[in-house]
């Protein structure tokens, strides 16, 4: 049989499974989803067949555009770029493209774009932009057109979305921080209208509980955007209403380093004072003096997995709506250290 | 009139200038390249026409696909994220979207997905894949299909590129280092095949010449790629061959965290013992340990310039054929300090 007249379900035909699942077996980034004795049983017999997958002959037997939307709010956030190439990755495997767009969080841009991509017949949506409460969503959401979330999502069960599970996340933070012996914990939330933020904060006070601290609302500040300039003004805020702790908890890396830019304005050492975490761990935070800890998010493959529910959903649009939650992982580095005993009366910055 | 039939040729015919010096000047961004007075006039005349942009009409107005397709090496290379931003936000004041593939500098990747972006009817090309000998380069430049290189070029004059001047960028390293002291400067080289890599070459080889300090060949080290792990590898080969230097002047900032790795690893301190400096200015280049002393490289400009050529030759086809250099900016940190006095017989890592 000559290799190019073997398709993706000549492949599935002969090991006897489903062609996603066959999709799913051939592709490295996808593979563990499946059941190893199956995926070794579709690999043999791809390659028994010389089954060789042509996307390009995929996107030109069909009259679709197989291209699908991204939306998300600013690419040169560090967080997304790992997310958009594993999206990418993914549709190149089944031969779609996508087509992007910023939307910088704000409804009418991201309104606009959507109405451009979807006169440009894109076949199906991914959205890193969603809002807790969010009319487009809704709008998509009742249209059952093809969409999934990803790394933000709504309060919603039909849902489709791929997200980190930050309650678990902040559980890690909070867990290492007291086992470092600190107590007097503080908080710096995303902003509320997101779902990383307010789950982040469930996490972090369902730990708490968990270790019988009081989680002391004093030190919860709430910053206006995930960025360094807003991590700064909220780490601030808490020094200048003297709240007294030994630890930050923060919500993402930027607020981190918004904590470190004013550490260093006011001499308050790290870890010795005052130990801090992050969330996400993008680029470089291993470089940082000192290194940060943080809770890491596998970025890529939460794009690989988005990817990957769009696709079954474009060949199935009645799969069942399915919120994934991919684990993430504590890296302790050098911004954490055990607490110190607190001095009567002091706290960081006024002592 | 109102204001939803007032078009951008309107806006050109009333100021009295061309449609594309209209567009240039009614964008934030590339308003600096229009004389002035012009571009006073004609925001004046959009005001009072009531002009606003209108990208979703424009794009259902004809039958073109009005998307570009754009070819970078990995978007998680963090110089890319803001030469795509600016890319995507100048097409979109035009109602253009990007469709976004990486290639990993394979040909394979790369021809495979500029075919599959072809067979979707983009109107034109932007490559930040370019090689200074590339036949895919080559078969879009003798097709004339609307292509533009950004970041790197090819040697051809027939080339519409849109690059930072890297000649000038080495000479602001070398003038740097030399004005602290520095004689005994090596230099990191990115791969060979690379323009940026040829032409950063060439600046700093021109920089020592002009300040009658000889280049020694010994002290020029290539890297196999523009990577932490390759600027570490590239760096211990000077090493091991006992090159006498106090400076390094790498191609890029991530070859400069390599040399960073190393100098840790073997107790060589930066700046004391050891000047460095990279180039581009990735972000969280200033958060390092020492802050890193490098070349700005204005890329989200550069995407936005990218752009622009692109939407002027869709235009007019005819456009001669044009390469925009922008200019670096040198950014003094701490990784850079007056050169030592070299003890006699010493050199780095061996002393």
Known sequence: MASTTVTLRDVARHAGVHPATASRALNNATRSLVNEATAQRVLQVAEELGYRP???????????STTV????????????????????????????????????????????HFEIMRSRQVEGFILATAERDDPLIDDLMSSDA?????????????????????????????????????????????PERLSTARNRLEGFLAGMRQHVVDADDDLIEIAGAFTEVEGARAFRRLLDRKAKFT??????????????????????????????????????????????????????????????????????????????????????RDSTAPATVPQPGSSPGTS
């Open 146 to 190: 093809p969409m999934v979330m990803v790394n933000r999502t709504v309060e919603n069960e039909r849902a489709h979305a791929v997200v980190a599970d930050d309650r678990l996340g902040s559980r890690l933070a909070v867990d290492h921080l007291v086992a470092l012996g600190h107590t007097q914990i503080a908080h710096i939330m995303g």
């Open 54 to 64: 042509n996307p390009i002959a995929r996107g030109l037997k069909t009259n679709r």
């Open 247 to 332: 630890a930050v908890y923060a919500a993402n890396d930027l607020l981190a380093l918004g904590c470190f830019d004013i550490m260093e304005e006011k001499g308050i050492g790290c870890p010795d004072e005052v130990s801090v975490v992050g969330y996400n761990d993008i680029p470089f935070m291993d470089k940082l003096r000192p290194a940060l800890t943080t809770i890491r998010v596998h970025q890529y493959e939460i794009g690989v997995h988005a990817a990957n529910l769009l696709l079954a959903r474009l060949e199935n649009p009645h799969a069942p709506p399915q919120t994934l939650m991919l684990k993430p992982e504590l890296i302790v």
């Open 69 to 112: 939307g991204v939306l998300l709010p600013d690419l040169t956030n560090p967080l997304f770029p790992p997310i958009v190439r594993g999206i990418e990755d993914r549709l190149a495997e089944d031969g779609y493209t996508a087509v992007l767009a910023n939307t910088d969080n704000d409804p009418t841009k991201e309104r606009l």
